[in-house]
């Protein structure tokens, strides 16, 4: 089994920033990809950002120019640098791993874009 915990969360300004993050333990062996997903109350989850272990990037639309995903292969962690951050942003962030076409979750970590 692998374990995702993420964290970084929290209540931010319009305007500001955020860095999430996301340590992966367990039973880990080669993983393709990991990502950012949000689902906002009443909405489908949704993609933020991928990263394959061979540095393909992929962003959502509403991402693009103000997220950066990263990744320390060493550490197993990735990471989501939010800059920008718009009301329209504030949703529930969760980690996703892909390892051996198996998809992991993390618990999730909120995040509040709001005055």
């Known amino acids: 089994q692998v374990q995702l915990v993420e964290s970084g969360g929290g209540l931010v300004q319009p305007g500001g920033s955020l860095r999430l993050s996301c340590a992966a333990s367990g039973s880990i062996f080669r993983i393709n990809l990991m990502g950012w997903y949000r689902q906002a109350p009443g909405k489908q989850r949704e993609l933020v950002a991928t990263l394959t272990t061979g540095g393909i990037i992929d962003y959502a639309d509403s991402a693009k120019g103000r997220f950066t995903i990263s990744r320390d292969n060493v550490k197993n962690t990735a990471y989501l640098h939010m800059n920008s951050l718009k009301p329209e942003d504030t949703a529930v962030y969760y980690c996703?791993?892909?390892?051996?076409?198996?998809?992991?979750w993390g618990q999730g970590t909120q995040v509040t874009v709001s005055l």
């Open positions: 996703n791993l892909n390892q051996r076409a198996v998809n992991y």
